[in-house]
DNA sequence: GGTAGTAGGTACTTTTAGGTGACTATGGAT
DNA sequence: ATCCATAGTCACCTAAAAGTACCTACTACC
């Protein structure tokens, strides 16, 4: 087996958590990829178009959400504080590289889905045979 | 804006659920990327050992894993039948695949931790300062 | 003075993820 | 007979993530 080919560091935690545990928690979660996603598309979106292009998100949960990935710097949030309300999200720097990590991920998904449902498939199948 | 460099596909979400966030039901979670990791270093390894390396894991929460883990066929499960029992986990292809997801996951939290930390430095003091 | 649009906030509930501790089967050693 | 090691399972519980429903402030418009 070839060490050289794969996975994060060379300790299996820096102290007691992981890096990779740590980045799916800024990045991470139901909701954070979509919004990116969706932020990035549009440049800079309002709030409430953001919410019109995620129809299944509650406005708790977006908010929620952007409020995280402004406090880690991956989103810009500017307030215009005109009547009635104007706020504009875009990506910083920070999440523009983060989108390099998700298009990695989606990329992955994208290659190994067939053979991913495949595989449970006859784990299923294995498991009912035979227990 | 550059539309070329950043996220994954071109549709905010695959018919309901993102890419990004199915393959995180993959190799997200709390445990998966340390096994995963674990193993890797390894080549091949058993369950005891498993546990050795992951102080922090529960047994439940072991199994529980590389079940998932090996129903997705990113492990491989090798039960010599033997008592007492001799059960060997290793990565399959796919895992190793799943590797080069986990590195780049790796490699962008390392670059960006302390600008993340700052940033949330930053947040916090201009939420306590003014509200 | 009632309604609508904007960008949220709050309280409560449900769902999912993760954790705890005791238990099983097997055979060999003491 | 009892204990040990291995690789688990089972029932139960807590904590975190996510969802639901309703509330706020401000102004314009009718």
Redesign the pocket.
């Known amino acids: 087996m070839d060490k050289n080919l794969v996975i994060p560091g060379s300790e299996p935690c820096d102290d007691d958590a992981c890096a990779v545990r740590d980045a799916l928690?800024i990045i991470?979660?139901?909701?954070?990829s979509i919004i990116m996603h969706t932020v990035h598309n549009q440049g800079t979106i309002?709030?409430?178009?953001l919410?019109k292009s995620l129809p299944?998100?509650?406005?708790?949960?977006?908010?929620?959400?952007?409020?995280e990935l402004e406090r880690d710097g991956l989103i810009k949030?500017v307030?215009h504080e005109e009547?009635?309300?104007?706020?504009?999200?875009s990506l910083t720097d920070l999440g523009i590289s983060a989108g390099s990590v998700y298009k990695t991920i989606n990329i992955w998904q994208k290659e190994y889905l067939k053979t991913i449902n495949n595989n449970r498939k006859n784990y299923d199948e294995s498991k009912t045979d035979q227990g």
Chains 1, 2 share one sequence.
């Open positions: 928690l991470g979660g139901k909701w954070k309002r709030f409430n178009q919410k299944d998100i509650s406005q708790k949960m977006l908010t929620q959400q952007l409020r949030r307030d009547m009635p309300p104007r706020v504009e999200y």
